[in-house]
């Protein structure tokens, strides 16, 4: 009976975050599938993400180089964004480079935790704040911020990410491999970015998002890596169509869907969707996947 009423309440919380449902409604609900209100907030701090949780690597990890950064992709789009690299490297020119795109809530410290892994795994990594031209993501405030990603101008979105992946594959005077890794909404995001990016992009890793039409993979030039969860009915209803439209037009799709695991297995933050053995499998699977085509 209790895995019942979690299951419910992750896919009353997924329809909540995705669907655009109202909080007082989504509450009411809640409190109907728990019993009560105490209940129902318990139950949500099971589902929900946590801001308080430890990240993986620390912030002030000494074999780590971090920093704020402000770059302006295109004439008057301005962008803030965290990034994040090895202190020491044996690299004799510019380490591949990952742009980590975030989940609904925006640039939060669950993305920073995920870009410092990337850079303890050896590349450099960036991960932009896609509110930056609203005014950033609001500190302490997943509502707002996920009310503000649904405004977005997408098309200005996307031109802003494609033209940030050229900028960085040609910096520092030599080109560099250029590979992007998102989650949930920033999983549909990288879709769209390896179609409008073309020859510029090397490597592109989704999770867990939702694919645009099919008729655009013919555009896809970069392989591309999708971990999907076997439960989230909700995004593989569109991804498998649009890999399989990529490999139908000879691109490179590999399919990877976890099964019994929710949307969002990969972020430790929340208790009851997160999946511990997934998440390590799908990790070692994204590093293998950009060594391979970063290097």
């Not at 645009?212 to 991804?239: K, Y």
Request: a neutral charge; hydrophobic letters at 40%.
């Amino acid at each position: 009976m209790a895995q019942d009423v979690q299951r419910a309440a992750i896919e009353l919380y997924d329809r909540f975050t995705h669907e655009g449902m109202d909080r007082r409604d989504f509450m009411a609900k809640l409190t109907r599938i728990a019993g009560s209100a105490a209940a129902a907030s318990a139950l949500l701090a099971d589902v929900a993400c946590r801001a308080e949780t430890q990240p993986q690597v620390a912030a002030n990890d000494t074999r780590l180089r971090t920093r704020d950064m402000e770059w302006e992709p295109r004439p008057g789009r301005r962008y803030r964004g965290y990034s994040a690299e090895p202190a020491v490297t044996d690299a004799r020119g510019p380490l591949p480079v990952i742009v980590v795109i975030h989940e609904n809530r925006g640039l939060n410290d669950h993305i920073r935790d995920v870009t410092r892994r990337f850079a303890l795994a050896g590349f450099s990594a960036l991960a932009p704040d896609w509110l930056s031209p609203a005014g950033g993501t609001p500190a302490g405030d997943e509502d707002r911020a996920r009310a503000m990603i649904g405004q977005l101008d997408m098309a200005a979105t996307v031109a802003d990410g494609a033209a940030t992946i050229g900028w960085l594959g040609t910096s520092q005077r030599r080109r560099r491999g250029v590979g992007i890794v998102g989650f949930c909404w920033g999983g549909g995001l990288v879709d769209r970015l390896a179609i409008a990016s073309g020859d510029a992009l090397s490597a592109a890793v989704s999770y867990y998002g939702p694919a645009p039409d099919p008729a655009e993979a013919p555009r896809v030039r970069a392989p591309i890596l999708f971990h999907l969860a076997g439960l989230d009915n909700r995004v593989n209803t569109t991804a498998r169509p649009f890999a399989a439209a990529i490999q139908a037009a000879h691109g490179s799709a590999t399919v990877i869907e976890h099964p019994n695991v929710d949307h969002a297995f990969n972020n430790d933050t929340s208790a009851a969707r997160y999946n511990r053995e997934a998440a390590t499998q799908a990790w070692s699977q994204t590093l293998d996947f950009f060594r391979r085509h970063l290097r």
